[in-house]
């Protein structure tokens, strides 16, 4: 698919708004992608399969353009275009804003607000400095020489402060209060929010008249890789003193739901959830386990109303708690993310709530 044509699929489709088509259409991706990215498991080079590499980079996917030190978790990417256009969309920017954009990349985010907004409006923070040095040179060759800082950038930029609007492109499971203290009253921060249990969210926070806190509700379903800082650890966990017993509830309604899974990680935080191939007991069988570092439970995929279905260790009766909430969300008429909401503090208070900032859940 040609860009324009790419672009015309995101008009129509309403991810691009009609105020950034313009400038979407003169900064396509392509530039800013490396000559290597990993897709399918492997490598692909442009300069040996230059036809693959054309038709993945035009194509409306997210693209990895490095993976961590082990070489198989992705740490950056080139996002979906579609994503890239709705981040830009909810940001609602206009002329001489000035914006912080977290999380550089391969610099195409940075090069569309520069491209809106004058280079001198656009601030860009990258954690990596070789990520950062590529995206810099590609800016600078188009004409876009955004100032790039290496950083970590949920310590935003001080020197560059106070920013109208804030942009992100790594998943936090805390906002950084220090976003909320360099935005401007009335400024708007723009950023992917999960939890351990499902991530997650695209989070849109206006920050309040005092500058100290920042509320607002999750207006897309997408999934990022998490700030380097904030991703969830293993979840360690023993299994002893096992209590079994029968589930009421599918466990397939949290697995493959995601606005169940969602709330479910809002009303719990600290869980952690994953579908495993437990063959090493007679009850062996596919199954979702859940722990929070000193508690499990898991229950089984198939005949889960059955004796043995679930298993729970430690303080926390964790499956009845997961089902407490799923019973609950029903209750609520079944919201989709865009029903919940995040208010937040600059000291880290962090609350939850449903439909309107008033109405918290715990």
Known sequence: MDWDALADALRKSGALSADWDTVFRAVP???????????????????EHPGQWEELVGSDIPLVTRLDEDGRAPSSSSSMPTVVAQMLRHLQVSD??????????????????????????VVTVEVDRGLSE????????????????????TLGHPAGAPYDRVHVTAAVRRVPGALI????????????????????GLLRLTVAADGRSASGPFVEDVAFMWVRGQRPGSGEFEIEDVRHGPSELDPAAVAEHTAAAFAIGLRLPGLFRQQVWAGYDHFGTGRLEIWDGISYSHCR????DARHAVAQSGPRDLWDEVSAVHAWWQCQGEPGLDRFGLTVTVAGEHRVWLDEPDRVVG
Do not use: K, S
Not at 29 to 47: K, T
């Open 29 to 47: 991706r392509r530039p800013f992608v490396p000559d290597r990215i990993h897709h399918g498991g492997e490598w692909i080079d442009r300069a």
């Open 96 to 121: 001489g804003m000035r914006v912080l954009d977290v999380g550089t990349g391969t610099g195409w985010t940075a090069g569309l607000l520069a491209a809106r907004l004058g280079a001198a409006n």
């Open 134 to 153: 590529g995206a810099r040179h590609r800016l600078v060759a188009h004409r876009l020489p955004v100032r790039t800082v290496v950083g970590d950038g």
């Open 181 to 200: 203290e360099q935005t401007v009253p009335g400024g708007v921060i723009v950023l992917p929010y999960g939890t351990a249990f499902c991530n997650g």
């Open 301 to 304: 995929l198939a005949d889960w």
